[in-house]
């Protein structure tokens, strides 16, 4: 099994940047595909965005352009830069991990999930 633990969360002025880490250990080389999701408050889990073991991204259209999903396989670390913040954003966000290959957009389709970290925004 692959266990995934969120950093980066904290509050932050709309416009302004945060980049979350997921650090994975375990059996890492198992995953195929890395993703981030969000959920806020009386709201579904939704997803952000996913990055494959090739490399593709993918990206939810609320966050293309402002966020970007990147990796460091040596680090079994994953990243995700979000830039131009904005209050909707607000929430505690998740990484997840899938075991086989696709990308899937919603969260039945990952296997392994962190804890989350909140973010804030602030208007």
């Known amino acids: 099994q692959v266990q995934l633990v969120e950093s980066g969360g904290g509050l932050v002025q709309a416009g302004g940047s945060l980049r979350l880490s997921c650090a994975a250990s375990?059996?890492?080389?198992?995953?195929?595909?890395m993703g981030w999701f969000r959920q806020a408050p009386g709201k579904e889990r939704e997803f952000v965005a996913a990055?494959?073991?090739?490399?593709?991204?993918y990206y939810a259209d609320s966050v293309k352009g402002r966020f970007t999903i990147s990796r460091d396989t040596a680090k079994n670390l994953v990243y995700l830069q979000m830039n131009s913040l904005k209050s909707e954003d607000t929430a505690v966000y998740y990484c997840?991990?899938?075991?086989?290959?696709?990308?899937?957009?919603?969260?039945?389709?990952?296997?392994?999930w962190g804890p989350g970290t909140q973010v804030t925004v602030s208007s």
């Open positions: 375990g059996r890492t080389f198992s995953t195929y595909v």
């Open positions: 997840a991990a899938r075991y086989s290959g696709g990308v899937y957009y919603t969260p039945s389709g990952y296997d392994a």
């Open positions: 990055i494959r073991w090739s490399g593709g991204t």
